[in-house]
């Protein structure tokens, strides 16, 4: 039996607009995804067996846990059969726009070909992670990056140095098919072309200095602002303790700060922990993290994984692999 335990880190949306309506249903966007330093962790037992079995022994309370899905997905394009054990441990908040259960059925993808000691090019990984949902490629490749159409057309971002930030996560559980239902985008291709040049802008500047500041906007932020208003005191909260950006993340709820140096976010952090115990006691989590950069986010896999790999070449596989 192999097993091993792997940090699944969160996502945050450095710019997020949503464009129209397409006719598959989903909508067409132009966001920037960026890996932060939060993380679940995931242990795996594996071993090959006539038969597969998939099971998740922690956590069964999930529905729909994307996790059996993707490692359905992935033994079948291995053509392996296998006793695949997980366990999971939660921290990154569910329905809190972080993309937490997209980064375990990712894991899941990246882990279990190194552990069937078979190789599976990227290619085949971002099309199942496709099918799985659309911010599971991201997670494939980490770092700072561009993410077009439903958000599983990726280019890379330069790396940057990693900034700090803090993730503001109210108790607060946002469905996002609700989300964009409310937007009422229409299914025609509209006149974009402010809302393009804008996020061009935002998006060079990401690409220059790793955050977009005051050119950064999340579409969403209007819709879920207008029912949950103390979503937009906790960004100008944010913003008044020098945070640049302050946006909240993928469809909500959490509101995320970055911060130009780890003094002025240690103070914001001190602040925000001091209100919410005075006017929520318990009830919104606040997480120091570090914005992760892609070459981070792979040495982290490479560490993760024991069993792995000769060069530097991604995914990472198996050092026995053919
Ligand atoms: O792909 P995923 O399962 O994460 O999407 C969840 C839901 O969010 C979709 O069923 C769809 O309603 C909406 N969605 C969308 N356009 C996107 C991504 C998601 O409309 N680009």
Not at 92 to 105: D, F, Q, Y
């Amino acid at each position: 039996m192999l097993s091993v335990r792997l940090r699944s880190l969160a996502k945050i949306n450095l710019d997020l607009r949503v464009l129209h309506k397409r006719s598959d249903g989903f909508h067409e966007l132009r966001t920037i995804f960026q890996t932060v330093s939060l993380a679940d962790t995931l242990h795996i037992d594996f071993v090959r067996s006539r038969t597969s079995r998939i099971a998740i022994r922690s956590n069964p309370e999930i529905p729909d846990n994307l996790i059996l899905s993707a490692a359905d997905a992935v033994l079948s394009a291995l053509g392996v059969r296998a006793r695949v054990a997980f366990d999971l441990v939660k921290r990154i908040p569910m329905g809190g726009g972080l993309g937490g259960g997209s980064s375990n059925a990712a894991a899941v993808l990246l882990a279990l070909p190194a552990l069937a000691g078979i190789p599976l090019p990227l290619a085949q990984l971002l099309e199942i992670a496709c099918s799985l949902g659309s911010d599971v490629p991201f997670f494939l490749l980490g770092g700072a990056a561009v993410g077009l159409g439903r958000g599983t057309e990726l280019y890379p971002l330069p790396d940057r140095p990693s900034l700090p930030g803090i993730l503001v996560c109210p108790d607060l559980h946002l469905s996002t098919p609700d989300a964009y239902r409310r937007l009422a985008r229409k299914l025609t291709d509209g006149p974009y072309s402010p809302t393009m040049n804008r996020f061009q802008s935002a998006a060079w500047q990401i690409g220059e200095r790793g955050e977009g500041g005051g050119h950064s906007v999340n579409d969403f932020e209007t819709i879920v602002f207008r029912d949950h208003p103390h979503l937009e005191s906790i960004k100008e909260t944010l913003q008044s303790l020098g945070a640049c950006p302050a946006l909240m993340s993928g469809s909500g709820s959490t509101i995320f700060g970055v911060f130009d140096s780890r003094l002025r976010r240690d103070r914001a952090l001190a602040r925000l922990r001091r209100e919410a115990l005075h006017n929520d006691p318990g009830r919104t989590k606040i997480y120091p993290v570090v914005l992760v950069n892609r070459r981070q986010y792979r040495s982290l896999w490479r560490r993760q994984l024991p069993l792995e790999v000769q060069g530097k070449g991604w995914p990472p596989h198996a050092r026995f692999a053919k």
